[in-house]
């Protein structure tokens, strides 16, 4: 028999009231309670960023938390992030520099450039890798992502 608690949290701006497992972690809340598949599962284990979504305004992954953590806190997934795809410059950013090839690490990127850019509005391209190390990518050898945020940041080369 499993525990379940009941949690409330906001979740791209709108309040949510679950019923879970105790031992589900928030990334099959989000996949396969809620059905918000934009937030990836990668490694499973906190190594690969793709699960990377925003607590309280904080990057974390969604992999190594317990929904019930989720409970009174704010959530953001890339779902929340890309409200107006079409006008969102970060998303765009990515499109026009050949960031996003299979996309697969593309909502973990996003959500983790948002995090770098909310932390520091100026980051310039060596603070934009720092802040990008957790988060891997098979396809685009990382340049064109780095190109894509430090093309979002305010920072003047
Ligand atoms: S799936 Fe969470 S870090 Fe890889
Ligand atoms: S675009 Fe394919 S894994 Fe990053």
Redesign the pocket.
């Known amino acids: 028999m499993s525990l379940t608690r009941e949690i409330n949290f906001t979740l791209n701006g709108s309040p949510v009231k679950v019923t879970v497992p105790v031992t589900m972690n928030t990334l099959t809340l989000l996949r396969e309670q809620l059905n918000l598949t934009g937030t990836k599962y990668g490694c499973g284990e906190g190594e690969c960023g793709a699960c990377t979504i925003l607590m309280d305004g904080v990057s974390v992954n969604a992999c190594l938390m317990f929904a019930v953590d989720c409970d009174g806190r704010q959530l953001t997934t890339v779902e929340g992030l890309l409200t107006d795809c079409d006008s969102d410059p970060l998303r765009n950013a990515f499109v026009e520099k050949g960031g ?7 909502p973990g990127m996003m959500m983790q450039a948002t995090h770098i850019l909310k932390q520091n509005p100026n980051a310039d391209r060596e603070q934009i890798q720092r802040g990008l190390e957790g988060n891997l ?4 050898g990382y340049k064109k992502i780095v190109d894509a945020v430090a093309s979002v940041s305010k920072h003047e080369d």
């Open positions: 996003v090839q299979c996309g697969f690490c593309s990518c098979r396809c685009t």
